[in-house]
T-cell receptor, first 115, second 114 residues
Framework: AQSVTQLGSHVSVSEGALVLLRCNYSSSVPPYLFWYVQYPNQGLQLLLKYTTGATLVKGINGFEAEFKKSETSFHLTKPSAHMSDAAEYFCAAPLDQTGANNLFFGTGTRLTVIP | DAGVTQSPTHLIKTRGQQVTLRCSPKSGHDTVSWYQQALGQGPQFIFQYYEEEERQRGNFPDRFSGHQFPNYSSELNVNALLLGDSALYLC?????????????FGDGTRLSIL
């Protein structure tokens, strides 16, 4: 079964600084990987997805992630943090190898942006 | 274009009661999945409905049941509520149920058990 691990439950960055949120996956086959963002008292919003093809994936709000098979990583980055980026971020992968799109979520990383 | 809508927004129940949560998928979507998100944790998969049948189920007891209607909307029912059932319940819909199709989430129903 696939799983993802998010390193760092809390990350703080200054406004304008680089954002780096870490996610590692475990699987023996090329995965489908997703990043979601959750703002307070809201549901999850899809930031970006990796299916196949280009390993650098661009998402909404200036975020991007790079699929690195050699490192089994799918880290989320943004060159310059904005106050509005403060939220909880979840990395996710398909739950198993059945081909269904139900997801296993990481434990989440809470991003704080310091003015 | 309406996204995934869930009702009610908040709900308070007592132990032993039963609850029904409702979800309307995004326009054009035919597959609905339900997740439970406990405070401070990531969402956990409960089950998925497609063509009015439960297609996949996570590690949840059979107190958790569901239904999908011909218009693709769905209900989540929980019987004999326990304190541990307090959580945010999220509904997600997708264009189909294949693993490369992203799921789109509603804002959830926050269930509190007293």
């Amino acid at each position: 079964a696939q799983s993802v691990t998010q390193l760092g439950s809390h990350v703080s960055v200054s406004e304008g600084a680089l954002v780096l949120l870490r996610c590692n996956y475990s699987s023996s086959v090329p995965p489908y990987l997703f990043w979601y963002v959750q703002y307070p008292n809201q549901g999850l919003q899809l930031l970006l997805k990796y299916t196949t093809g280009a390993t650098l994936v661009k998402g909404i709000n200036g975020f991007e992630a790079e699929f690195k098979k050699s490192e089994t990583s799918f880290h989320l980055t943004k060159p310059s943090a904005h106050m509005s980026d403060a939220a909880e971020y979840f990395c996710a992968a398909p739950l198993d190898q059945t081909g269904a799109n139900n997801l296993f979520f990481g434990t989440g990383t809470r991003l704080t942006v310091i003015p | 274009d309406a996204g995934v809508t869930q009702s009610p927004t908040h709900l308070i129940k007592t132990r032993g009661q039963q609850v029904t949560l409702r979800c309307s998928p995004k326009s054009g979507h035919d597959t609905v999945s339900w997740y439970q998100q406990a405070l401070g944790q990531g969402p956990q998969f409960i089950f998925q409905y497609y063509e009015e049948e439960e297609r996949q189920r996570g590690n949840f007891p059979d107190r958790f049941s569901g239904h999908q209607f011909p218009n693709y909307s769905s209900e989540l029912n929980v019987n004999a509520l326990l304190l541990g059932d307090s959580a945010l319940y999220l509904c997600a819909s997708s264009f189909n149920r294949f693993s490369n199709q992203p799921q789109h989430f509603g804002d959830g129903t926050r269930l509190s058990i007293l």
